[in-house]
C-alpha cells in the first residue's frame, strides 16, 4: 500500500478530486443539495485533497471572503474517518495560511464538529445559526 499523499492547490489543479468526496460527504450522506454545496468560491480558493492509493479521500479548502480566510468543505469519505485524516487536511489549510501570513482563519462548523475544531486550537464565538438546514458555529484560530 501506498504512503498518504497531499495536495494544494486551485480547484482546477485538484477540484475534480476534492468533489468526488464533497459529492460523496455532503450531497449523498447529508443530503445537501449541490446547488447548495457548490458555489463561486471553489475558483478563488486554495484546496487541500488528501490520497489514499492515489484516490482522494479527504478535501477542504480556504477562501477569502471580505478580508477574512475561511476554511470549509471539510471531508473526509465515511470508511477513512477516525484515522486523523480530517486533522490532517484542517492543520495543513492552517499551516498554509500562517505561512501566508495571515493571522486569523475562521471556520463555520456543523455544531456536531465543534469539538473536532477546538482540539485543533479553533475556539468558538457568537450564537448557533443554521447552513443548509444543520446546526453551526462560528471558529477561529489565531497565529501565535
Known sequence: MKDLSIKIGSF???GKDAQIVRDNVFCIEQEISQDIERDFYDDT???VVLYKDDAPIATG???E???KYYIGR???LKEHRGNGHG???VRSLVDWAFQNDITEVYLHSQKHAEGFYEKLGFQSFGEV???AGIEHVNMVIKKK
Open 65 to 67: 471572503i471580505n478580508n
Open 74 to 76: 471539510v471531508a473526509t
Open 61 to 63: 479548502r480556504i477562501v
Open 45 to 47: 480558493a486554495t484546496h
Open 129 to 131: 445559526f443554521y447552513e
Open 87 to 89: 486533522s490532517l487536511i
Open 12 to 14: 482546477s489543479k485538484v
